[in-house]
């Protein structure tokens, strides 16, 4: 439960950090092409990307450190590739019942579909485009194909599994997103140049 809060906590960071240049940006783009908008709007798309870079800050960015006053970014000490599809159900079963080990089914299963999440649900309630199924998933399935290439290089895991969990996530989200009445959904996507 630890890591899961100091996960949090380190996402949290960073999306508070990026928030002025969200709304400043939005600002910036509203009165420059005259949008109309609405404020329940505006606090979805500033959520969504706050979610976007605490999403990056957990999987691409490398770790800081201050040790000594000499800040030093660190890579990942290992590098674990996954291939073979669906290794994390029986690894998170083995861990579960023989060691009665509950994070690796907190973080890799659970954590991997909450993640994405919020891409499948918040793409089309916030941009009309992706209002079909296979552009808010498939976004979703190309975002978690282009995290898993990105920490390669950085000595850090990259999972096939990662892949169809956090895809099924995105698809959950889209659901939620499907089943909010239209009224709640048109009150999201108003965006007209006036």
Sequence with gaps: MDSIIRYIQDMG???????????????FQ????????NILREFGITLFFMFLVGLLSQT???????????VKFINGNHQAINLEPFRVLTET????????????FLINF??????????????????GKFGRAWRAIGTAFLISVAIEILQLPQMRSSDVDDLWLNTLGAC???????????MVKKSFN????G
């Design 110 to 127: 659970v954590g991997n579909i909450v993640m994405f999440f919020p891409i499948g649900f918040f793409l089309p309630l916030l941009w």
């Design 172 to 182: 959950i989200g889209y659901i939620v997103y499907k089943s909010l009445p239209n």
């Design 60 to 70: 691409i960015l490398p770790a800081v450190s201050s040790q000594g006053g000499e």
């Design 13 to 27: 960071f960073y999306m508070v950090l990026i928030l002025p240049g969200i709304i400043a940006v939005r600002i």
């Design 30 to 37: 509203i009165k420059r092409l005259k949008m109309q908008t």
């Design 93 to 104: 079963y083995n861990a579960i019942k023989y060691l009665d080990l509950w994070q690796p």
């Design 190 to 193: 108003i965006r007209q140049i």
